[in-house]
């Protein structure tokens, strides 16, 4: 079996800036009108993607529904924005295996076409979880 490539890195231009708390902690991480505008475009190609919340300090996570598999998105831009596209854990991923890795590669491979038209987006690797990791230390 081919390992997920679920770990889309890229450059960003014009991102807005996070907002720090007093004590110089992230409160409200970058990222959010990028997620939005990603959304957007996966919605007006036929996809469903909703529920955009703020993950932690680091980022925004939002749900994408590929061929009735909920996936879960989350960008994150610490250094330089990193999007990745994996399961979210259910009857139907058990019950159907290779169709849930079907449906997250479609997911993928849908995001990274449209990354790839966004104005202000370059550099765009897609890598597995394994080659992310080793390309990091």
Known sequence: MAEQRNFISFK???????????????EIPSGRRLSER????????GFAARNLTQRDYYGWE??????????????QVLDSPLLIVGPIPGLKKLAFPQAGR???TKGGEAIV????????????VVL??????????
């Not at 990603?38 to 190609?45: D, F, N, P, Q, V």
């Not at 076409?113 to 765009?124: D, F, K, W």
């Not at 597995?128 to 230390?137: T, V």
């Open 12 to 26: 960003a231009v014009g991102l807005e800036e996070p907002s720090f708390s007093p004590t110089g902690d992230i």
């Open 38 to 45: 990603i959304m957007e475009r996966l919605s007006a190609s």
């Open 62 to 75: 939002w749900t994408l529904i590929v061929d009735r598999f909920k996936l879960s998105c989350v960008l």
């Open 102 to 104: 079907i449906a997250e």
């Open 113 to 124: 076409r449209l990354l790839e038209e966004l104005q202000g987006v370059s550099n765009i």
């Open 128 to 137: 597995s979880k394994e080659q992310y990791e080793r390309q990091q230390r």
